[in-house]
Structures are given as structure tokens and as C-alpha cells.
């Protein structure tokens, strides 16, 4: 099991930049890859960025260039700075975890936080 407590959602308006922190329960070298996904009204969550064990990153199309993930080992916290922000990215964004177990692998979601985009 583990805990997710995401923070640094809000309104801001396109070109701005905002913060999101994800803070774990348990060490982050203990989870396999810790990911942003988002989801806007009426459609599906969908993948922003991932970041493995090992430091690989993984970005959707539409953000790459403009978002960054990266971790704090010691304070076992993932972040994504989102730099020129479009109303487009407006979203609940959900930070997650997956932690492998044997051959199963499980998804582990925060609350998710609010980020508005206005133009």
C-alpha cells in the first residue's frame, strides 16, 4: 500500500506556470514508476509523465517541452513543473504509483488537484 497526498493546483492564466507535488508513504525507490495523469470533463484520464525507479521519463505529446517530472529522493515527493500553460491543459490531475508484486502490478492514485488554465 501506499498513500498519495498531491498539492499546487490552481488557476492561472495561459503562459503561466504552476507546481504539482505528489508526497508518498513510503520511500520512492520503493515503487516501480510514479506517474501525472489528467482528466478533463467527459473525457478519460489520460498519461502526462512518468518516471521510472531508474530516472527514465516518459512524456505525452502535447506536453513534451513544456512539462517536466522529476523526484526528491529524500523527501520521497514527485513533481511536474508545467511551464506555458494552455487552456487545453485545464484538468483534475491524479498523481500515481505503480508498484509490481511478483507478476501483478498495481496502480495506487492520489485525490487529485484541480489546475485551470484561462485564456
Known amino acids: 500500500q501506499v498513500q498519495l497526498v498531491e498539492s499546487g493546483g490552481g488557476l492561472v492564466q495561459a503562459g503561466g506556470s504552476l507546481r504539482l507535488s505528489c508526497a508518498t508513504s513510503r520511500s520512492i525507490f520503493s515503487i516501480n514508476a510514479m506517474g501525472w495523469y489528467r482528466q478533463a470533463p467527459g473525457k478519460e484520464r489520460d498519461l502526462v509523465a512518468l518516471?521510472?525507479?531508474?530516472?527514465?521519463?516518459n512524456y505525452a505529446d502535447s506536453v513534451k517541452g513544456r512539462f517536466t517530472i522529476s523526484r526528491d529522493n529524500a523527501e520521497n515527493t514527485v513533481y511536474l513543473q508545467m511551464n506555458s500553460l494552455k487552456p487545453e491543459d485545464t484538468a483534475v490531475y491524479y498523481c500515481?504509483?505503480?508498484?509490481?508484486?511478483?507478476?501483478?502490478?498495481?496502480?495506487?492514485w492520489g485525490q487529485g488537484t484541480q489546475v485551470t488554465v484561462s485564456s
Open positions: 518516471i521510472t525507479s531508474g530516472g527514465s521519463t
Open positions: 500515481n504509483a505503480r508498484i509490481m508484486r511478483g507478476r501483478d502490478l498495481y496502480y495506487y
